[in-house]
């Protein structure tokens, strides 16, 4: 990220990233999208809020401490390089992390998170299946195709 020359990039994440958004050096850095591995966009929505909140003084972070910790223990759990954004399949535990984190929201003001609902999940595996499903298909006409192709042209050769 050259637009942010003081943030470091290692493994290839952010470093010092709680909950994959906050930067620990300085918590009014905020990311959105620090995270792999499905339901991105509902994923992106409760970061955005979190981030809103954060922004607007109406989340209470854990000390600096707390936030190490929790970056320690997850680099040990997925290690330190591109597992370590991965959220499946620990969909619900990241999602009511984030919930409890941002709050329910002042007298009604704001986006409520609802809470997890496994048929989230449920609904991204199945399109998921159907999305590999498609590419087998795709992959297979296209193998035949290429075959066909290079059968006509040992055919005009001979």
Do not use: C
């Amino acid at each position: 990220m050259p637009f942010l020359p003081q943030v470091e990039i290692r493994n290839n994440r952010v470093p010092e990233l709680y909950q994959h958004v906050v930067w620990q050096k300085d918590p009014t850095l905020l990311f959105v999208g620090a995270v792999a591995a499905g339901l991105t966009f509902k994923i992106f929505e409760w970061q955005a809020v979190l981030a809103a909140r954060i922004l607007a003084g109406r989340v209470a972070l854990p000390s600096v401490q707390e936030m190490r910790e929790w970056e320690s223990n997850r680099i040990k759990a997925k290690g330190d390089g591109v597992k370590f954004g991965l959220i499946f399949p620990d969909f619900e535990d990241y999602f009511e992390q984030v919930r409890k984190l941002a709050g329910e929201g002042e007298n009604g003001v704001g986006r409520r998170l609802p809470k997890f609902r496994r048929e989230w999940m449920r609904s991204f595996m199945e399109g998921h299946e159907r999305r590999k499903q498609m590419w087998r298909r795709l992959n297979a006409a296209a193998r035949e195709e290429e075959s066909a192709l290079n059968k006509d042209k040992i055919r005009s050769h001979l």
